[in-house]
């Protein structure tokens, strides 16, 4: 089986995907892979599916799949997977860091850091 990286992602994925066959993101070889790998910057429009003529599955690295024709791909007959769960620890540690930060005023310092000794004088005058 030959595996297409269309775009970037971990470094430590090509070796760890080499027991399933060979690797490559050499975009080139599209017509003579069966398996493609895309996040958001590659998208799988019917022109793109069409060039790759022995493409049998699309890993969309992430939670969405508008960037891939999923109707003629799936009438193509070429299964079309993501990795939806992929990014929910990420999503619950920024709703966490979000909450806490509501009651420690951690953006309004942040801003007065950012705004400097202009900000910090605002701030003072605005209470």
Do not use: Q, W
């Not at 599209?30 to 022109?47: G, H, W, Y």
């Not at 599955?57 to 193509?76: E, P, Q």
């Not at 709703?95 to 202009?118: I, K, N, Q, W, Y």
């Amino acid at each position: 089986m030959k595996i297409l990286i269309s775009d970037a992602f971990d470094p430590s994925l090509p070796e760890r995907l080499t027991r399933f066959g060979e690797v490559t993101d050499d975009t080139s070889r599209l017509p003579e892979v069966d398996v493609v790998l895309v996040r958001s910057k590659t998208k799988c429009t019917r022109e793109y599916i069409d060039s790759a003529k022995n493409l049998k599955m699309i890993i969309r690295g992430g939670v969405g799949l508008d960037n891939i024709d999923l109707d003629y791909a799936r009438s193509k007959g070429i299964r079309v997977h993501n990795t939806a769960s992929a990014s929910s620890i990420a999503v619950a540690e920024m709703t966490f860091a979000l909450m806490l930060s509501v009651p420690t005023r951690l953006t309004h310092f942040d801003e007065r850091g950012t705004l400097g000794e202009e900000g910090a004088e605002a701030d003072r005058a605005a209470r």
